[in-house]
């Protein structure tokens, strides 16, 4: 029997059928986790259907970035021919429509997601407060400890400094409290604010995250410190952040926490001075990249001017953060470069680190990091590729894409992961074998 395809029950239909599947026969990693079809439209002829699609990530917020969407999208395309026949068998149908995947970015996308996530238990978002708020709870503690997210980076290793600072000004006994080594670029900010994790820690009156807003990024030892804190506060401007804390203030327009800081300490007259300064300043250089992502706004620059005038030498700056490099991380960089090998007619290029070379420029295995985007940064190159030998003898490949070219897919071939312009795996095979390999996948594929 011939289903007539007018009206919303026949789109309920097939995203029944696909749900179902979901949960049976399609078995792409892109498709695991909590992918959910929302819904269905089918024109009125029944020739073609647009399925709306979502996912929900892992993170607090539940959302996921563009590559991902596309990554969700991508799959489900692969395996439209396997929908297709399920719907037309499952629904009768001599033939059935086309199907058109589109990620499902409205209103209803934010309610679904909001729904799952307080199904799940995810989220208990509290109260977004005034920087009045803030500064009443700050003022009447006398115990206070800052807790930086880890592989700190200069926003959040700065804004927690240049608070420390301000809080000591004010009387409070307050410190940065970190588990981990801080970066030698950054030290120079510190003024004895810094203090390794203990269980002391765990009698403050506010525990304060600073550019994050849960603790998932703060280890679990700091994370048990944290939860034991009178009242927490987090301070932050990442936009998929929710207000989990008992004190929130989350600007997502802001580039950096300490652009929010510079009004927090303004609006409520707290002094700021010249080392507070200088770490608010290089939070704010580093998370806009110099002043040059598209986060940089005229009143980054209004702020930046201020500092300028409270006594910070930008020239200063810049030398501690970027003119900062060991000679054995640049001697590592140019033997790495040394084996730059340019195919798919230059549009990728291959570099490889051995064991060997890497013990010859006595840098460490984390100085490797970011290689593959360095070799991106190359004109005309799509597609980069950095090949390690680890610890373990093993290849770790880190391959980078610039605006086209899918190097998840890429890293799947060989066992890995990642998103569309970020991916890596890790292959048993000599370094050599593994860059002919990808070389030929890429001069056929690119
Ligand atoms: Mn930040």
Known sequence: MRKNFRGGRIG???????????????KDPALGGFVSVTGVKASDDGSYAAIYITKLGTGESGEIDEDEQREVVAAFERASGLIRHEIGSR???????????????SEVYGRHIEGIM???????EKKRNTFAEL??????????????????????YGSAVALCLALREMGKDCAVVIDEKIPDNIIFLDNGCSKQASDDD??????????????????AYRASLFGSASKSMCIDHHASSKALCDYNYIDADAAAVGEILYDFLRENEIPITTPIAEALYTAIVTDTGRFGYSNTTPKTHRIAAGLLELGVRPNKVSNEVYQNMRMEKMRLEAAVLGTLKSVADGKAVIATLTRDMLGGTGALDEETEGMA???????GVEVSVFLRENEEGRVKASMRSKSYYDVSRLAQKFGGGGHIRAAGFTADKPIDEVVTEIAGILDRSL
Request: hydrophobic residues 45%; aromatic residues 4%; glycine residues 6%.
């Open 202 to 219: 765990a009698d403050a009156d506010i525990a304060l995250l600073v550019d994050g807003a849960d603790t998932e990024r703060i280890g």
């Open 373 to 379: 985007e360095i070799l991106r940064s190359i004109r």
């Open 12 to 26: 309920e239909e097939i995203r029944r059928i696909i749900s179902d599947m979901l949960l049976r026969d399609l």
């Open 135 to 156: 500064n009443d709870a700050l003022m009447d503690a006398g115990m206070i400890r800052i807790y930086p997210h880890e592989n700190m980076d200069a926003d959040t």
């Open 91 to 105: 629904l009768g149908l001599r033939r059935a429509p086309e199907l058109r995947f589109l990620f499902d970015v």
């Open 118 to 124: 307080n199904e799940l238990g995810l989220v208990r």
